[in-house]
Every structure is written in structure tokens, then in C-alpha cells.
């Protein structure tokens, strides 16, 4: 495989402009429909949009994005538990604060890996911080699939609320039952969403050759999801294919809102290295 094609789809697809997730406040290049690439949140409406239509949630889930991004995790906490609390029927509003409590845990595990000598007293904090924010995230995350399921149940949107379903189910890594909500998925008449759970669900249960084969249906299709390019990436890399995995890592980088792939880049790195 040739990684030149795909990097030529990336390219392609940057030129399309940005839909804004509600959920977090990333910006994703997508065009009518996509994938958020910080929480994988459906996405559907540009910032220009949303701002007209509900100025008040676009303004807090920016100042929740400005706050992670400048490391007050406990700020954006407290203001994630307030959207929550306001939104108690939103299953997306629950599955995006599950996401950012994961997001909140590994950052604790980042300063644990970086503390300087002198500083190990901390680490321990840090480590029981973490465990704990991750059954945070695991409470939330089992309050969004039910209350997804009751909703998909009803009506409604029952494509995305299954999606969320999936999702969340995912990132708790409960494959089986992530496996039944992806198979109902497909029969929801969301081709686009029932190919990307395809695509997560092959990466959470290691059929790397799968993404292989399906990453271009999703990056050259309408809608299309960048996002692919980066399982692809990581399908790649536990190939230990790294030169290819780095090539598409590198044009992804800094143009998808995620930490997902300077992550990966420097865990390549560490790969060679040994
Ligand atoms: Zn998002």
C-alpha cells in the first residue's frame, strides 16, 4: 500500500471548510455532515451557523475549549458538570463530558510521565487523580447510553442517538455490546455514521488489516471524516509500518484539533528508538 494516494485525499478534503462541534468547540474540516476529530461527536453546521442559532451553548463550549487547552482541566470540569446539568436529556452532552473526563484522566498521566526529579512526591496524586477521573467518565458514559437508548427508543434521531450509544460503549471498551449497537446502526439508514462505527469498532477490537482496507472509503466519500486518516495512521503504526504511519501523521498534524496525533507521532519515535 501507498500512502501518497491518501495523503492527496487529506489534502482534498482540508480545502472543504469546518463544521464546529456543540460538545467540545473544535473545529473539524467537513463538509454537510462529519466527525468532530476531538470528542467524534456527529457534527452537522459551521460556527457561522451555530452562532446564529444558539449563541449561548457555542460561546460556553468555546470558553470549556479555551480552558482545557490552557490546562485548567478542573475549571472546564465544573463548567462540562454545569452544560450537563442543564442538558440532563442530551445523550451527546453526557457522551462529550465522558470523552473530556478521559481527556482530563490522561492529562494527569502526562504529568506524572513529565514531573522533574524532586517533584516524584506527586506522582501518586496524580495516578489516584487519574483512576478517579476515569470512573467519572465511566458513570457518565453509562448515564449517556441509557439515556440514548431511551431516546433511540422514542424516536427521534434514532441514527445518532445509537451512534452515541456505540460511542460511549467504545470508550468504556465494552466491545460486546458496542458490537450489538454498531450491528442496529446499520440498519438505521445513516450510512455515513454506521461506516464510521464500522471503522472504530475494528480499531477498539484490533483488526487493523480492516481499517487498512475500509480508511479511503471514509476519507474520498460525501461526507467524508479526516478522521479516518488518523485510525489509519494507527492501524499503520501497530503494523509497525512507522515511515508510512509518520508520513500521514505529519500532514494530519496541526490540522485536526485532536492531541491524538502528536501523541502518536512521539510514541513512532519511541517505537524506532528502540
Ligand atoms: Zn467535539
Not at 468547540?25 to 457534527?43: D, F, H, K, L, R
Not at 473526563?101 to 512526591?121: A, T, V
Not at 477490537?205 to 479516518?228: C, K, R, V, W
Request: aromatic share 10%; net charge neutral; glycine share 8%.
Amino acid at each position: 500500500m501507498d500512502v501518497k494516494p491518501y495523503i492527496g485525499m487529506i489534502n482534498k478534503a482540508m480545502d472543504s471548510g469546518y463544521l464546529f462541534c456543540t460538545y467540545c468547540g473544535a473545529e473539524t474540516a467537513a463538509a454537510g455532515a462529519g466527525i468532530c476529530s476531538e470528542c467524534e461527536s456527529p457534527i452537522y453546521y459551521t460556527r457561522d451557523e451555530l452562532q446564529g442559532s444558539s449563541p449561548d451553548l457555542v460561546e460556553k463550549v468555546n470558553g470549556i475549549r479555551q480552558l482545557e487547552a490552557s490546562g485548567k482541566y478542573g475549571e472546564a470540569a465544573a463548567a462540562y458538570d454545569a452544560l450537563v446539568t442543564a442538558n440532563p436529556d442530551d445523550p451527546n452532552m453526557l457522551y462529550a463530558a465522558g470523552a473530556f473526563y478521559l481527556r482530563y484522566s490522561n492529562n494527569e498521566i502526562r504529568l506524572i510521565r513529565y514531573d522533574l526529579p524532586g517533584f516524584m512526591e506527586q506522582n501518586p496524586v496524580h495516578r489516584v487523580q487519574a483512576s478517579q477521573l476515569v470512573i467519572k467518565a465511566k458513570i457518565i458514559f453509562n448515564k449517556a447510553v441509557y439515556v440514548s437508548e431511551g431516546r433511540a427508543a422514542k424516536g427521534g434521531f434514532p441514527a445518532r442517538d445509537t451512534y452515541i450509544a456505540f460511542m460511549a460503549q467504545i470508550k468504556m471498551m465494552h466491545l460486546r455490546e458496542a458490537n450489538a449497537l454498531r450491528e442496529r446502526l446499520g440498519g438505521l439508514g445513516d450510512a455515513f455514521l454506521a461506516r464510521y462505527a464500522d471503522l472504530v469498532f475494528n480499531a477498539g477490537a484490533e483488526n487493523y488489516d480492516y481499517i487498512i482496507e475500509h480508511a479511503a472509503e471514509l476519507l474520498s466519500g460525501q461526507p467524508f471524516s479526516l478522521n479516518a486518516a488518523f485510525y489509519l495512521a494507527l492501524a499503520l503504526f501497530k503494523k509497525k509500518r512507522y515511515a508510512d504511519s509518520a508520513a500521514l501523521l505529519n500532514v494530519l498534524n496541526g490540522r485536526l484539533s485532536t492531541s491524538n496525533v502528536g501523541e502518536l507521532l512521539r510514541e513512532i519515535a519511541t517505537a524506532k528508538s528502540l
